[in-house]
């Protein structure tokens, strides 16, 4: 039977910038090898099919691909199915916030949208905290992998960490935006690694006030050579701000720039929000765009 399909692109406001997404609408009846299949077919980073709720008052439950695996989550299916679900309501005005709870195999995500005219704003809430999963590997293996030199990793109180909120990473510090440019993954270099964790090289972003960082994701093992946006790893990188910054009580508005080496420049926010020295939420915001729809006929 035919099926809707639509794309956006997500942590963005402009078209053909950001991270491209498909969204399999009237998914019920699509098995886990047709869901792969259809995902290698659209090969974006990650392609969502929307499903009916397991609770009713919720909006939809979402299964998420990449080319080759499925996740239990990832930020930017999550929001640009959220913008997408909120502009086809049709429940309110352009002006009014959309709230409702969007499924996933990670847990439920309460999901806030502005719709707009073919675009929105929106923001989510973690249904998890980061989890930090223990030191990186040594400045030279990272650099090996990575094609710089030992020296250029770390800067600050920022040294190499794993952390995960779903999806698990290995964030790599990088000592500047023009090394973050350099960077290049080596395959074989990467594997000598020892883990699959993808890869997720920051650095400080000078451009603008309070805290910047720009940002490049590697993911060779999952079929995404480099991500433009990445959601779930903005989560976890709350986790990374908790280790090696002092952050005191209150909210914190962390700003991730992302995609601008392969011309997809996203922009995702994260807030966190501390009390008595204890991470007690995060949320993830951004924007997206509609850019096509169609029909698939198989």
């Known amino acids: 039977m035919p099926r809707r399909f639509v794309t956006l692109d997500v942590f963005t406001d402009t078209a053909l910038t950001g991270n491209p997404l498909a969204v399999v609408l009237d998914a019920e009846g699509l098995d886990t090898p047709a869901m792969q299949a259809l995902a290698a077919e659209f090969n974006l980073s990650e392609t969502v099919f929307v499903l009916p709720p397991e609770v009713p008052r919720h909006r939809a439950r979402l299964r998420i691909f990449t080319p080759v695996a499925e996740l239990p989550f990832a930020g930017h299916p999550t929001l640009g199915t959220a913008v997408l679900l909120a502009l086809q309501d049709g ?18 995500l309460a999901c806030v949208v502005e719709p707009g005219d073919g675009r929105g704003t929106g923001r989510f809430k973690m249904p998890v905290l980061p989890e930090y999963l223990g ?30 909120a779903g999806p698990r990473f290995l964030f790599v510090p990088v000592a500047s935006r023009e090394a973050l440019d350099r960077a290049r993954v080596a395959p074989a270099a990467l594997d000598a690694l020892g883990d699959p964790a993808a ?45 090696f910054e002092p952050l005191g009580d209150g909210e914190h508005d962390i700003v991730l720039r992302q995609g601008v080496a392969m011309g997809r420049p996203s922009t995702l926010g994260v807030q966190l929000c501390i009390e008595a020295g204890v991470l007690r939420s995060v949320e993830i915001s951004g924007g997206a765009v509609l850019v096509s729809e169609g029909r698939l006929l198989v």
């Not at 030191?135 to 920022?158: Q, S």
């Not at 093992?221 to 986790?239: K, M, N, Q, R, Y």
């Open 91 to 108: 429940k309110a005005a352009l002006t009014d916030a959309v709230a409702f709870g969007l499924e996933t195999t990670l847990g439920t």
């Open 199 to 243: 890869l997720y090289c920051y650095a400080p972003d000078p451009e603008g006030l309070g805290h910047r960082y720009q940002a490049r994701m590697f993911a060779p093992h999952l079929g995404v050579a480099e991500d433009p946006a990445t959601g779930s790893a903005a989560a976890a990188f709350s986790g990374v701000m908790m280790q």
């Open 135 to 164: 030191a990186g590997p040594e400045a030279e293996a990272l650099a090996a992998a990575l094609g710089l030199d030992p020296a250029e990793i770390g800067f600050g109180r920022h040294v190499p960490s794993r952390h995960g």
